[in-house]
């Protein structure tokens, strides 16, 4: 059919990060979620179930003190952030 252009590329959802408010593809971005178990999770997939929010990688590399306050009012936590979810986070930080 004439007239019908397809697009070359997929669609990329954009994100905002919790932290510098910048918005960015969803693929650049760190996803953590909680899940309806209460457990807080870094997905990597990014299609776990639950309250999720976005951080780049700039500010991933912060220690949790500085950013814990803003994902525990993004995710309506009643806790702190898991020094596991931290420590995971910072690994794929060095490794990207």
Request: glycine share 6%.
């Amino acid at each position: 059919m004439e007239g019908i252009e397809v697009p070359s590329e997929r669609h990329m959802p954009i994100r905002t990060c919790l932290i510098c408010g910048e918005r960015r593809p969803k693929n650049q971005l760190f996803r953590i979620v909680r899940t309806a178990e209460d457990s807080v999770r870094l997905d990597e997939g990014k299609r776990i179930n639950g309250r999720g929010c976005y951080i780049c990688a700039e500010y991933a590399k912060f220690d949790a003190e500085k950013i814990n306050g803003k994902i525990k009012r993004a995710l309506k936590l009643k806790k702190d952030v898991p020094p596991e979810l931290v420590a995971s986070l910072e690994m794929r930080t060095k490794s990207s």
